[in-house]
């Protein structure tokens, strides 16, 4: 794919409406052949799944046609997914002297399963990328940095990545960096360091996506105020309808929407339904405990407790939880339309990083569930396509533009 022919696509998008003109609701019938019609078209593109764990500790192979995860070949191919950023994401509390190691190594078992089945994936460095693939009849593939204590307070650290083939970084994870305040830790810094807006600014001038999923409401909007591109959630949902500090306010998505980015709706049952969060929460220590002792009995062995192994634990406590179905999702993609509009609003999620996901939406291969769900609301083809990936490409485009701009006014590096 030529640069001109994806600037062509991206003036498309950036033609149609910004407001989702909704028709009446649809018949199901009529929904699905709707959606049949744009997943035919659409490249559609998940920001966030964290397979590669599996891949590095259990050996697990993304074409295995019987896979216990949510994100295979075989499933990717049935949700007609056109593109998966994979997540780095390395544990908050590893071991400091080895977080580098441990996401080389992830970033490593990436490359090893693309290069391994070549026939169905490929690696995608930039938005051109992501559209020539596509058409090409492959999965595009991607990576994210999740959580910034991975550069070690290293700017360089960012470079490396970034040549490596990581196109975003989430600037937190769970608890706080040494330069920004994460959503879910005390705040310690009153949103971003001086050093915190260096690592924005060096990843503007990268070409890397800023993540804004993660950290706090405060850091947030100090990310808005020096970024200068566009930035993405790339795992978040609608505080308005679940209240938890991982989702963004209403005013959140509307700033978003001012800067030009995209919201990308998580699927994680307890970011979607605070019902099930509040089951959730007050069974989280009963399943802890067994996932512990299961640990420990596989070490008396000199072994570990696998991810296959862990996930069926949690199977078994979910089926005494309240999880929503997969139209939850329909109604965080509808609450950030309507909020900040249908040019940003997008899809991450979360599959193989969280312990629930709503029914229907099981795996990637349930995606054209979610398609039919929205067509059925009355949103009309275009603005489907804009959702399913149009977003994502043009807030690539824009991030890619803008280091350009900045590496030649500045006399590159």
Same mark, same amino acid.
């Given at each position: 794919?030529?640069?001109?022919?994806?600037?062509?696509?991206?003036?498309l998008?950036?033609?149609?409406?910004?407001?989702?003109?909704?028709? =009446?609701?649809?018949s199901?019938?009529?929904?699905? =052949?709707?959606?049949?019609?744009?997943?035919?078209r659409a490249?559609v593109?998940?920001?966030?799944?964290?397979t590669?764990?599996?891949m590095?500790?259990?050996?697990y192979?993304?074409?295995?046609?019987?896979?216990?995860?949510?994100?295979?070949?075989p499933?990717?191919?049935?949700g007609?997914?056109?593109?998966?950023?994979?997540?780095?994401w390395?544990?908050?509390d590893?071991?400091?002297?080895?977080?580098? &190691?441990?996401?080389?190594?992830?970033?490593d078992v990436?490359?090893?399963q693309?290069?391994?089945?070549?026939a169905?994936?490929?690696?995608?460095?930039n938005a051109?990328?992501?559209?020539?693939?596509?058409?090409a009849?492959?999965?595009?593939?991607?990576?994210?940095?999740?959580?910034? &204590?991975i550069?070690?307070?290293d700017? !360089?650290?960012?470079?490396?990545?970034?040549?490596?083939?990581?196109?975003?970084?989430t600037?937190?994870h769970?608890? #706080?960096t040494?330069w920004a305040?994460?959503?879910?830790?005390k705040?310690?810094w009153?949103?971003?360091?001086?050093?915190?807006?260096?690592?924005?600014?060096?990843?503007?001038?990268?070409?890397?996506?800023?993540?804004? $999923?993660h950290?706090?409401?405060?850091?947030?909007?100090?990310?808005?105020?020096t970024?200068?591109?566009?930035?993405?959630a790339?795992h978040?949902?609608?505080?308005?309808i679940?209240p938890q500090?991982r989702n963004?306010?209403?005013?959140m998505i509307?700033?978003?929407g001012?800067n030009?980015?995209v919201m990308?709706i998580?699927?994680y $049952?307890s970011?979607?339904?605070?019902?099930?969060a509040?089951?959730?929460?007050a069974?989280?220590?009963e399943?802890d405990?067994e996932?512990k002792?299961?640990?420990e009995?596989?070490? =008396?062995e000199?072994?570990r407790?696998?991810?296959?192994q862990? $996930?069926?634990i949690?199977?078994?406590?979910?089926?005494?939880?309240?999880?929503p179905n997969f139209?939850?999702?329909?109604?965080?993609?509808?609450?950030a339309?309507?909020?900040?509009?249908?040019?940003h609003?997008?899809l991450?999620?979360?599959?193989?990083?969280v312990?629930?996901i709503?029914r229907?939406?099981?795996d990637?291969? =349930?995606?054209?569930?979610l398609?039919v769900?929205l067509?059925?609301?009355?949103?009309?083809?275009?603005d489907?396509?804009?959702?399913?990936g !149009?977003?994502l490409?043009?807030?690539?485009g824009?991030?890619?533009?803008?280091?350009r701009v900045m590496? #030649?006014?500045?006399? !590159?590096?």
């Open positions: 794919m030529c640069a001109r022919s994806y600037r062509a696509y991206i003036l998008l950036t033609l149609l409406p910004a407001a989702p003109v909704l028709s =009446k609701e649809r199901v019938a009529e929904a699905q =052949k709707v959606a049949q019609r744009v997943l035919s490249i593109i998940d920001t966030h799944a964290d590669p764990q599996m590095l500790d259990d050996g192979d993304l074409s295995d046609p019987n896979s216990p995860f949510m994100i295979s070949i499933k990717l191919r049935t007609h997914l056109g593109a998966e950023f994979l997540s780095i390395v544990d908050v590893w071991p400091p002297q080895d977080l580098i &190691h441990r996401a080389l190594d992830l970033i990436v490359n090893q693309v290069a391994r089945h070549a169905s994936l490929e690696l995608a460095q051109d990328d992501i559209v020539r693939i596509h058409r009849g492959k999965v595009a593939i991607l990576m994210g940095v999740e959580g910034g &204590h550069i070690e307070d700017l !360089g650290m960012l470079d490396t990545y970034y040549r490596l083939g990581v196109r975003y970084m600037l937190t769970t608890k #706080n040494k305040d994460s959503s879910t830790d705040p310690q009153n949103g971003l360091t001086q050093f915190g807006r260096q690592v924005v600014e060096r990843m503007n001038r990268l070409g890397m996506m800023v993540d804004i $999923s950290i706090s409401d405060k850091t947030f909007y100090d990310v808005l105020a970024t200068k591109a566009p930035v993405i790339s978040s949902s609608c505080r308005a679940s500090p963004m306010t209403d005013d509307q700033a978003l001012r030009g980015g990308d998580n699927f $049952s970011f979607l339904d605070p019902a099930y509040r089951a959730h929460d069974l989280s220590k399943v405990a996932v002792a299961g640990r009995g596989q070490a =008396k000199g072994k407790l696998s991810y296959a862990e $996930s069926e949690r199977r078994r406590y979910e089926a005494r939880l309240p999880t139209e939850r999702i329909a109604d965080h993609v509808a609450h339309v309507q909020v900040a509009g249908i040019d609003v997008g991450g999620s979360d599959f193989d990083g312990d629930s709503p229907g939406m099981e990637a291969s =349930k995606i054209p569930n398609v769900e067509a059925r609301r009355g949103y009309g083809e275009d489907l396509v804009t959702i399913l !149009g977003n490409l043009r807030v690539m824009q991030v890619e533009k803008a280091s590496q #030649n006014t500045s006399g !590159g590096w």
